[in-house]
């Protein structure tokens, strides 16, 4: 059964970069079966897709952070990781990691459990 | 990019009651279409994809309907267990977008 957890930090500083880690279990991240995502949800707000990445190293960002983002494979750890830059109060969110299966169409699933980031000084 | 737009944003509903939620895109996204549902603090679960098809261990009284910009998700009996927000996502192109949510809460 395939399952994802976030690791990181929960508070980092204005202008800093971010940087989180996704766990993934139940398959290889090396496999050509998913697409690894990000998924950002500020406080009392909805969804923004962040971007994601492939086995293969290919990437696929939201034009709104594409300056800011990076999101990249451990493929000795199994994880991917999120990198985002310049931070701003505005980013502060819960920051969700999912699969997406390959397919027309596939939806995201599973998500992490999720972990909230405060962009603060 | 695709807008969605979830109508109503807030639903007040009681447990038994038959409840649509209505997602409309900007452009025509086929039937790439996923509704996922999310309670307080936890990460949005997958209900329904590609329009219609009702993710594994769902409960068949969520059901999905529509292609091209108009779907739509029903629950036909509302259970306590449903009170959530409810999200559409597009699936055609990228940016993957999502709708602003549908909150439904009991009368």
């Known amino acids: 059964q395939l399952q994802l957890q976030e690791s990181g930090p929960g508070l980092v500083k204005p202008s800093e970069t971010l940087s989180l880690t996704c766990t993934v279990s139940?398959?290889?991240?090396?496999?050509?079966?998913?697409?690894w995502g990000w998924i950002r949800q500020p406080p009392g707000k909805g969804l923004e897709w962040v971007g994601s990445?492939?086995?293969?190293?290919?990437?696929n960002y939201n034009p709104s952070l594409k300056s800011r983002v990076t999101i990249s494979l451990d493929t000795s750890k199994n994880q991917f990781s999120l990198q985002l830059s310049s931070l701003a109060a505005a980013d502060t969110a819960v920051y969700y990691c999912?699969?997406?299966?390959?397919?027309?169409?596939?939806?995201?699933?599973?998500w992490g459990q999720g972990i909230l980031v405060t962009v603060s000084s | 990019d695709i807008q969605l737009t979830q109508s109503p944003s807030f639903l007040s509903a009681s447990v038994g009651d038959r409840v649509t939620i209505t997602c409309r895109a900007s452009?025509?996204?086929?039937?790439?279409l996923a509704w996922y549902q999310q309670k307080p603090g936890k990460a949005p679960k997958l209900l329904i994809y590609?329009?219609?098809t009702l993710q594994s261990g769902v409960p068949s009284r969520f059901s999905g309907s529509g292609s091209g910009t108009e779907f739509t998700l029903t629950v036909s009996s509302l259970q306590p267990e449903d009170f959530a927000t409810y999200y559409c996502?597009?699936?055609?192109?990228?940016?993957?977008?999502f709708g602003g949510g549908t909150k439904v809460q009991i009368k």
């Open positions: 996502q597009q699936l055609s192109s990228s940016p993957l977008t």
């Open positions: 590609t329009a219609s």
């Open positions: 990445i492939y086995y293969s190293g290919r990437t």
């Open positions: 452009q025509g996204i086929s039937s790439y």
């Open positions: 999912a699969a997406r299966a390959l397919g027309a169409g596939a939806p995201l699933s599973p």
């Open positions: 139940g398959d290889s991240i090396s496999s050509n079966t998913y697409f």
